[in-house]
């Protein structure tokens, strides 16, 4: 299990992005970004480590952030059957909308949060950690919308940031100008 995770990470192209004059070697991942392409192998190695890790019991939304979260969280819908909501970058101004603010390294801006309900039972699963500014912006949208959180999962973790509260990762990994080391990996 997370062969094919492991395998592609290790042999994906790399770029450079900058933010304030400062450089980011950036890894670019069929999961992280859709590039290269989205093998059906691929997801299933990783919806299988997402169904072996999260706890799902009783859970009655699962929540992942637009645009990378959307097809893990659709694999992780068709394999349990649970619906997923996608928090968007688009604003709707539906009654009970909840605003995020978002900052990551590389960007900044809101996010916004509908159809999450109070009481819902959910479980957040995304691309990637990196400095857990999306993460520390959802956590309270949820609070406010009244939502329990059940579990927290990332695909990939670059960097282990304290988000306040425990979370799962099935690959943590580093990074540099020559490319991705493997660090650690649920399984
Ligand atoms: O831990 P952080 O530093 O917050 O980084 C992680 C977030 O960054 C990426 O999303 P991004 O906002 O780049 O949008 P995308 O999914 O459309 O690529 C990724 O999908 C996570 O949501
Ligand atoms: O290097 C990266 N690649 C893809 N997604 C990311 N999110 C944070 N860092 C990265």
Redesign the pocket.
Known sequence: MLEILKESLLTCPMVKREKDGVVYNYFIHPI??GIPAVTAELLRDVTAAMLKSLDLKNVDKIVV?????IHIGTALTLATGIPFVVIR?REYRLPGEVVIG??????KGNLYMNCVNKGDRVVII??????????KGILPALKIAGAELVDILFVVNR?S?DIGIPYKTLVTIDVDENGVKIIDSAF
């Open positions: 992280t970004d952030s637009e645009a990378m979260g970058k978002q900052e990551t390294g590389y960007s995304d691309d990637v950690i990196s400095t857990g500014g999306t993460i960097g940031p």
